[in-house]
């Protein structure tokens, strides 16, 4: 396994548009027994409830979400390029093939929240809150039509960074 360290958050030099948008992460969640991961290219970094937070976006299907969903924590992983594993992690599910393994990353843990020991930078966040999109939630009704017309919503996943490691 790799060496991270803290890294304050006051020191982050990071844009979120290229580094989620262009470079995409991995949203990691589960225990010391089973994990899972999924590429996300949609979320952000903010500040709400007096804390700094990340925000991502999980549809339905997606296997990742029942791993959201049973654990308190979940982490984001950054890395320099690997798009080619990044495209296959965010491609096949955990739920048909051993993925993790596939793409020949390795999953390391922050206390007990896994990230993929390959990156370079690594969220830890808190849960803080989890809400379902509705269709009805949305003021521009070509949103609806254009990204959920199978019904497979966005969770959007509030979550308090309660760390920040960097290698
Ligand atoms: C570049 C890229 C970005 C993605 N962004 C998201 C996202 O933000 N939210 C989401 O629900 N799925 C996103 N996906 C799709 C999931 O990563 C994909 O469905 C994955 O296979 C889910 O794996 P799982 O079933 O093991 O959780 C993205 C896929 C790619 C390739």
Known sequence: MHTFQPY??????????????????????GNKEKANTMTASWGGLGVIWGKNVAY????DSRYTKEFMDA?????LTFFEGQHPALKYLGTVSGRDEDKIAGARFNVNYSDNTPFIDEGNLV???KKLSATRMTA????????????????????MYVGEITQILAR
Request: aromatic share 14%; charged share 25%.
């Open 136 to 155: 009805d939630q949305f003021i521009d009704p070509k949103l609806a039509d254009a990204f959920y017309k199978d019904g497979d919503m966005h969770t």
């Open 71 to 75: 654990n308190d924590t979940f982490s």
């Open 8 to 29: 304050p958050a006051d020191m982050l030099e990071l844009n979120p548009f290229t580094k989620i948008g262009k470079e995409w992460m991995l949203i990691t969640a």
């Open 56 to 59: 991502v976006f999980v549809r």
């Open 123 to 125: 969220f830890v966040c």
